[in-house]
């Protein structure tokens, strides 16, 4: 006796039902995958963000100290884009240019920022003359890119003084 209700595939609705299932976990796991690498470029942006800025302040602060003149900018509240010191014998300028904070020594141009960070604004501005000491405001706003056009800032405003 042959059984003709025995099924030996799927029918047309348990198809649909299956695809619908399993489009759906798919888009979900897609979902999932790309926000973890939106996560983890946020977190690259921010630590190279974090790093950049630690390392330009330390950097600003001991040049200044260990300089012994300030040559520009010379007249007071005056804003440039260039910070030019002294130290011993050695000019060094600091210069904000196309979004990068470079260090020109002995006609050597060194970038201080990575290529991961880029600086708005950059300026240098002479403040006062207290005691003795010259005082200088470096002030702008380092950011970071991610892949997906997210943009990480960081305002900063230094008081540097020479000793």
Known sequence: M???????????????????????????????FSALIDTSYSNRANSFLNHDYNYIKTKLGNEVKSSSSILNPSVISNSSNILTIKKDSVIKIFRFRNGNLELITDNVTDKLNSSETFFKNGKFTLKGDFNGRKIIEVSGTLSSQTPSKTVDDKTFQLFLALF
Do not use: D
Not at 2 to 11: G, S
């Open 2 to 32: 042959i059984n003709i209700y025995k099924k030996n595939a799927f029918t047309l609705m348990e198809t649909v039902v299956y695809l619908g299932i399993f489009s759906s976990l798919l888009i979900v796991f897609s979902l999932l």
